[in-house]
């Protein structure tokens, strides 16, 4: 068993800036470390999620360009279908 944190002055501080980062309201980019001071990476799923999603445009625009896309388009209207992965 480990005993929660409440109470703990550090911590109660930590806790607050830690929230207030979530917000938003970090600081002044001036007062930060050089190391820091640029953009923050992407995260692994966030880069999966955005690969995925340029795919499938990239997927749907080549469709769209394609001989075929007419005659299927006369057929089915909602092709190309978004429920197709």
Known sequence: WVPGHVGIVGNEASD???????RGLSSDKT????????????????AKQAFRAKLKARRVDDFERSPRYAHIHSIDESMPSSKYR
């Not at 007062?31 to 966030?46: C, E, N, R």
């Open 16 to 22: 607050e800036e830690a929230k207030a980062a979530a």
């Open 31 to 46: 007062d930060l470390p050089a190391a820091i001071k640029g953009a923050l990476p992407i995260s692994k799923s966030a």
